[in-house]
């Protein structure tokens, strides 16, 4: 019934700047955790970004400063703005959303694949 469909990916160089957007179907989410997580070939997949119902944010040491993590509740989307984009930042990009009320639940997109050419 829950879905997470991202969307904004794509080739950009290194230094420019993209916006990835998730939108999520079948609930709305003004509880829980929204989050952004990526996985580069060969490498576990990592966390990028998490924004809490308090809009607590939360970022990995290598994206701090220049992504930016939001939420729309009221358009059940979450946005990472992504911005000095490096060739290391190469992956797919998934969102999550995960909470604990009215129980423990955890739902992901399919991805959306970033590319950073040099």
């Known amino acids: 019934q829950v879905r997470l469909v991202e969307s904004g990916g794509g080739l950009v160089q290194a230094g420019g700047s993209l916006r990835l957007s998730c939108a999520v179907s079948?609930?709305?989410?003004?509880?829980?955790?929204m989050g952004w997580y990526r996985q580069a070939p060969g490498k576990q997949r990592e966390l990028v970004a998490t924004?809490?119902?308090?809009?607590?944010?939360d970022y990995a040491d290598s994206v701090k400063g220049r992504f930016t993590i939001s939420r729309d509740n009221a358009k059940n989307t979450v946005t990472l703005q992504m911005s000095s984009l490096k060739p290391e930042d190469t992956a797919v990009y998934f969102c999550?959303?995960?909470?604990?009320?009215?129980?423990?639940?955890?739902?992901w997109g399919q991805g959306t694949q970033v590319t950073v050419s040099s």
């Open positions: 999550n959303w995960r909470g604990r009320l009215p129980r423990p639940f955890e739902y």
């Open positions: 079948g609930s709305t989410f003004s509880g829980g955790a």
């Open positions: 924004i809490s119902s308090a809009l607590t944010t």
